[in-house]
């Protein structure tokens, strides 16, 4: 049994490491934060996420595009809303750092309010809970939210794939919420209908009984709104357990750990649309660099990471040219005179709610465990 | 440097606080509580619902936690009355799941997962109390003051009457005690106080949700009031500052890697807990029981 | 239909529960060590198997032993060197609480470092169910966690009351001071206890990971269920904790035929608490000490 009180020192911990290298790396020192879930159950995630903006920030630094080192002080979350809070905390008031790469719903709902309190820019690029598009201007999206994913995949499985009858297995938390809502508003529209909806409790290890729930609504199809280790175990236990309809997702099925899993064959889940062939020479350069890095190609979650980093570099180049200081309060003001970034993968530009809107992409999981994309649904 | 030691100090007075609230019942009752972390808990999200709804006003805030927290604890009060030892602490270990499902799925109120964000800064004296400087004071102040009341209580009759009772029922029940109204009263007293900690955590980190709670938080405090020393008033204080420091000291061995930190933070706190127990058994604080040292 | 596999589920899950449940109630009947760390030598016997099996391919029978032996000696271990020296000292109920505790979270960490902490599984064609009948789907890994139950209970049974050491151990659970005066070593016996509870969550665990898997965390769960089985059935009664274990799986499994899933896990301790405060001598236990 780990204990809250254990967890929260051990992200000061992390965050003394760090600070300790960074006071030795040099006094001309531009910081920016971020809240990653380094460990527990969603380590995979955090370390894809990490990956990315570890590379964002040695690009910037090779290409010097500041007068001043740029370093990032990464506190541990476990994906949890109590640990982000903490480590906003300290972010904020210890290393005072004007921008922070946040995940996962739960952490940036509960971030926010401090971010807005203390004029400090909180960016995600992971997490897709529908209520983030409503935490004020110092909150900003690059990654289209679950409402927006939901929305242009609904008329597919139900048109294009003739799924009407939809079962959700949701986890009981601001972003599984955020799902059940969308599904129960766009479905009827295009003739869909959301039969039963399952709410599961953070911990639950079981899906036995939930996979006989499931089975006896007799769904088209089956919608899993959780992430981390909970939707492998369900996966593979839906699965066991007579399961048999098609599974579907957003965003988090992109985690290697599922796409390995042999279960989830034949899964389908949206992800904002990502270029990664393009020829322009950020993007060639993200995706040469991290290959050889890493050994595989980036996935929608590094490849955002990366451009959070990016944005506030792109951000801050700007700021420093014009003599300006580089907080909360200049970025964000900045945003607002851009028009669009050049970001790896696509060109990017905000709403005036700090969202982005993308085309959204379609993927199957094949035989080989690779995402392949079948449908792209373009912004409307 | 200075802020995230008055964060730490702030935190080490909130679970000193819990854990001297805790030893009143454990140590001078002997009733082996495992659910103190739900009273911490209803004792935040009353104080973040009256500040919410109410006033943000400490004198209001708190006293609405305490009298929440206190009647609640009539559930645990319950199985207190009916059996002792490793049974009530099944019934406590029961009550605290139990706890923790409501606070999960009761989302009107706690907010669920999602918690409950952007609890206002408390009010004391007509100004809000934001900075971590001035909340650390208070938060002194309110150790001191659970210290204070518990201590005059424990010497008053009521104290000796419940020292009785732990030491043997059915003398004390011979004597003419009304056993079952000392021992309500004593969980109580110890409830209300640990909600006195649980508004001073809702208004600090100005959010708080269910995994603050939880069973491990329960077990925690356990520990510190083991560890400290059950019986005296300085016990849990010392072992509320140990079990806090020591994961801190663990950042400064710069040769472990950064994802393994946690982990071995954890293995320190577990050793310890077991050494401890082989070696100090009766806790760091020897408690001084009718002249005979132990 | 729902309700005819909930049941199913519930008798599988149940005869896993019953099984580590029986193992925590010999161990603290018998030696009235509140064994926190039980949950931790599931846990170790459950990471040995996949460690043996899925990482070095080993045969699942030799890992199927070999995580036995580990789990055994993990406890008989913790018996010597931990919770002996401790109740020669003092051997308050909550020293040995606390101390198992800790015991709990070192082992937790370990495996998590060792093994990662995500969620891990042992894929094997046995946990894919079949249709066995109308709407109900069984695996053959169900079919074998039931009968393996039933088997090692029956064994157990055998040996508590056929041979001479089993019968000693029922002594030393009644009364620690007349097994003394008899000529037996309380000592030794409580180290038999410790080794043939420990190997009572073995095949639960084994199962465990083919069915739902495991990651760093499944001992705290699995400790939780033992306990409550353990004195709902009544403490001392090793035949009481493992009916309470299966009750307790089925409550939980039932459960889901009106409730949401979250409230499952408060069914299994709302059960519980009501046990203690209205019956606290469970179903075949002794009364109370008050």
């Known amino acids: ?380 | 440097m200075l802020a995230y030691a008055i964060n730490l100090a702030v935190l080490i007075c909130i679970n000193a606080t819990l854990a001297v609230t805790l030893n009143f019942i454990m140590g001078y009752a002997g009733i082996f509580s495992i659910a103190h972390a739900v009273f911490f808990g209803i004792g935040a999200y009353s104080a973040a619902y009256a500040a919410a709804h109410f006033s943000a006003s400490f004198f209001v805030a708190v006293p609405l936690a305490m009298a929440v927290a206190g009647v609640l604890s009539l559930a645990l009060a319950l199985p207190a009355l009916r059996v002792r030892g490793e049974y009530f602490v099944a019934a406590s270990l029961g009550l605290q799941v139990m706890a923790v499902t409501v606070f999960s799925e009761w989302k009107s109120v706690t907010g669920g997962i999602g918690g409950v964000i952007g609890i206002p800064p408390v009010e004391l004296l007509g100004r809000a109390v934001a900075e971590p400087l001035e909340f650390l004071l208070l938060a002194l102040a309110c150790l001191l003051l659970v210290i204070a009341g518990t201590g005059v209580l424990l010497r008053s009759s009521f104290g000796r009457s419940l020292q009785a009772v732990r030491d043997s029922e059915s003398a004390a029940q011979a004597a003419g005690k009304n056993v079952a109204a000392i021992k309500t009263l004593a969980v109580v007293v110890s409830s209300a106080l640990a909600a006195v900690a649980g508004a001073l955590y809702a208004f600090y980190i100005g959010f708080i949700n269910v995994e603050s709670f939880t069973l491990d938080t329960s077990v925690l405090l356990m520990a510190m009031v083991i560890i400290g020393g059950t019986g005296t008033m300085l016990g849990p204080i010392i072992g509320a500052l140990l079990l806090m420091l020591l994961p801190s000291a663990f950042s400064y061995l710069w040769f472990l890697p950064q994802a393994q930190i946690g982990a071995c933070q954890q293995l320190a706190y577990g050793a310890a807990m077991v050494l401890l127990m082989l070696f100090r058994p009766g806790g760091l604080v020897a408690a001084r029981r009718d002249g005979v040292v132990r | 239909m729902l309700l005819l596999q909930l049941l199913f589920n519930g008798l599988q899950v149940g005869a896993l529960y019953a099984l580590t449940a029986a193992g925590f109630s010999l161990i603290f009947g018998t030696t009235r060590v509140f064994h926190l760390a039980h949950g931790s030598t599931f846990a170790t016997a459950a990471y040995v198997f996949y460690g043996l099996y899925t990482l070095a391919h080993a045969h699942w029978l030799l890992a199927a032993l070999l995580a036995a032996a580990a789990a055994v000696l993990f406890g008989v271990l913790l018996d010597r060197l931990v919770y002996a020296p401790i109740q020669r000292h003092e051997g308050s109920f909550f020293t040995l609480f606390i101390a198992s505790f800790g015991v709990a979270i070192i082992v937790q960490n370990l495996i998590g470092m060792a093994f990662g902490r995500s969620f891990v599984t042992v894929t094997t064609p046995l946990s894919r169910s079949v249709e066995i009948g109308p709407g109900v789907f069984a695996a053959p890994l169900a079919g074998i966690a039931i009968v393996g139950a039933l088997g090692f209970f029956g064994a157990l049974h055998l040996f508590l009351t056929r041979t001479h050491l089993g019968i000693a151990l029922r002594a030393l659970s009644e009364n620690p001071e007349l097994v003394r005066a008899y000529g037996l070593s309380p000592r030794r016996l409580s180290a038999v206890a410790f080794a043939l509870g420990s190997l009572l969550a073995v095949p639960a665990a084994i199962i465990t990971v083919a069915t739902s898997g495991l990651n760093p965390g499944i001992g705290s769960h699995v400790m939780l269920i033992s306990l409550a089985a353990t004195i709902v059935g009544g403490v001392g009664s090793v035949r009481g904790a493992a009916c309470a274990g299966l009750l307790l799986g089925l409550a939980e499994s039932l459960a889901l035929w009106k409730l949401e899933p979250q409230w499952s896990e408060a069914v299994t301790f709302v059960v519980l608490f009501l046990f203690i405060v209205l019956r606290p001598s469970g179903f075949f236990g002794r009364a109370a000490v008050h």
Not at chain 1, 96 to 119: D, M
Not at chain 1, 314 to 339: V, Y
Not at chain 1, 347 to 364: D, H, L, R, W, Y
Request: zero cysteines; aromatic letters at 8%; glycine letters at 10%.
């Open chain 1, 1 to 380: 049994m780990t204990s809250i009180f254990v967890k929260r020192f051990r992200s000061i911990a992390l965050f003394v490491a760090v600070l300790g290298g960074a006071a030795a790396a040099g006094a001309q020192e531009i910081r920016i934060g971020a809240l990653f879930a380094m460990s527990g159950t969603q380590s995979a995630f955090g370390e894809l996420m990490f990956s990315g903006a570890a590379l964002a920030v040695d690009h910037a630094n090779a290409d010097r595009m500041l007068s001043g080192k740029l370093t990032m002080a990464v506190e541990d979350t476990q994906g949890t809303p109590q640990l982000g809070v903490i480590g906003m905390n300290k972010l904020v008031s210890v290393e005072k750092v004007p921008y922070v790469l946040t995940s996962y719903t739960g952490v940036s709902k509960a971030v926010a309010p401090l971010g807005l309190r203390s004029k400090t820019v909180v960016v995600n690029g992971g997490a897709v809970g529908p209520d983030l598009a409503e935490l004020g201007a110092y909150f900003w999206n690059v990654i289209p939210l679950a409402n927006f994913e939901v929305k242009a995949f609904v008329p597919y499985l139900v048109k294009q794939r003739g799924f009407k009858r939809v079962t959700l297995v949701y986890l009981d938390d601001p972003l599984g919420n955020g799902i059940r809502k969308e599904l129960e508003a766009s479905l009827p529209a295009v003739g869909g209908q959301l039969v039963e909806a399952l709410s599961v409790p953070v911990a639950a290890q079981q899906f036995g009984g939930v996979a006989a729930r499931v089975r006896e609504s007799k769904p088209d199809v089956v919608y899993i709104a959780s992430y981390g280790a909970q939707q492998v175990s369900a996966i593979k236990q839906l699965r066991d357990n007579g399961v048999t309809q098609p599974l579907v997702s957003y965003g988090s099925f992109s985690n290697p750990e599922i796409l390995a899993l042999p279960e989830a064959k034949g899964a389908l889940f949206t992800t904002q649309l990502v270029d990664w062939q393009a020829s322009d020479a950020v993007t060639r350069r993200f995706v040469d660099d991290y290959k050889a890095k890493y050994g595989k190609p980036p996935g929608v979650y590094t490849t955002n990471y990366y451009n959070m980093v990016r944005l506030f570099v792109l951000l801050a180049r700007d700021l420093q040219k014009q003599g300006k200081p580089i907080t909360g309060e200049n970025l964000l003001a900045q945003r607002l005179a851009s028009k669009s970034f050049d970001l790896a993968g696509s060109k990017v530009s905000f709403e005036a709610n700090g969202t982005v809107m993308a085309p959204i992409q379609i993927n199957e999981i094949d035989a080989g465990g690779a995402a392949k994309p079948v449908a792209v649904i373009p912004v409307n």
